[in-house]
């Protein structure tokens, strides 16, 4: 069981056919019919999160979409700061139950682009996007904004942006790996064993992976068989869940810059 709750983010990871999508499938199926918001970043022209559009309040499909997107999501966090604030409490599940705004699930498809630039001209926007990611990561779990990040190879070489990111991810979940960095950004800062149980994963065992949950212990474990059909299924029989961004957002003041920055810890990019 994947719970938001206790494990806020998580880093779901594997070569190609390992089963990194057949758990995304599992999430949808499993939250479609619950009142939370879900919203997607898929780079790779939306070709694996489109078929669940009817139950996305969003979905972010090329780069400066991504950008206003993540805008959006930190606007929300920050409406949902100042509720907090305004009620003397440290997270939204403190707040009275009718003022509680309704989760957020982020889900992101294959990270690597979101990092990866195709010229210069773009490592701005690359580095923005990156340091919007991370910020939404470290001030979400309290106001029930939640990722849950794909990938099939996560390296350092991505740059420093995504080392930072995974310390966020507390939640990890690695599938068959080809490459030891992708295992290692995955598993790397945990028990040694839990690597080397990630690279005896057979590739007859698709959708085995080694799981890092709420009590920080790692476990080898299957997850549940869900297809695309289903998941898409659950989708659409949902759909009248599915907010709309107005409806997400709430309507009280955002915090200032400041208070904002007063609440990031010291090494977080300003
Ligand atoms: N939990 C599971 N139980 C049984 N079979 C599974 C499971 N997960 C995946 N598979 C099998 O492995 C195949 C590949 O899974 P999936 O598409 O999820 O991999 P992937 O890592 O997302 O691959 P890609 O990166 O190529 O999209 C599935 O079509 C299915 O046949």
């Given at each position: ?28 199926t ?14 790779k022209?939306?070709v ?26 930190m ?35 294959e990270?690597?682009?979101l ?17 919007q ?32 990111l995974?310390?966020?991810?507390s ?36 959708g ?24 898409e299924?659950?989708?659409e ?14 309507t ?19």
């Open positions: 069981m994947l719970d938001f709750t206790p494990v806020p983010h998580w880093l779901n990871t594997g070569a190609t056919q390992s089963g990194k999508s057949t758990l995304v499938n599992a999430l949808i499993g939250l479609a019919s619950q009142p939370v918001t879900l919203v997607g970043f898929d780079l022209g939306g694996e999160l489109t078929p669940y559009s009817k139950r996305l309040t969003a979905l972010a499909t090329e780069r400066a979409e991504c950008g206003h997107l993540l805008n959006d999501l606007t929300e966090v920050k409406r949902r700061m100042a509720l907090c604030r305004d009620h003397k409490v440290r997270n939204i599940w403190r707040l009275p139950e009718t003022l509680r705004p309704v989760p957020v699930v982020v889900l992101v498809d990270v690597a682009e990092f990866l630039m195709a010229h210069k001209g773009e490592k701005d926007e690359v580095a923005q996007t990156a340091t990611l991370l910020r939404l990561a470290q001030l979400g779990r309290a106001f029930g904004v939640y990722l849950f990040v794909c990938g099939q190879r996560v390296g350092s070489d991505l740059g420093p942006g995504v080392t930072a995974r310390s966020q991810l939640g990890r979940v690695c599938h068959r790996v080809n490459d030891p960095e992708t295992a290692n950004m995955t598993l790397g800062d945990a028990d040694p064993a839990a690597l080397v149980a990630s690279r005896q994963i057979p590739a007859n065992m698709p085995t992976a080694i799981v890092i949950g709420e009590d920080g212990r790692w476990y080898r474990a299957p997850s549940v068989y869900v297809t695309e059909e289903q998941a299924h659950a989708a029989t949902y759909a009248d869940l599915t907010p709309t961004w107005a409806e997400v957002t709430t009280v003041e955002p915090v200032t810059h400041d208070e904002l920055n007063a609440l990031l810890p010291e090494s977080a990019p300003a």
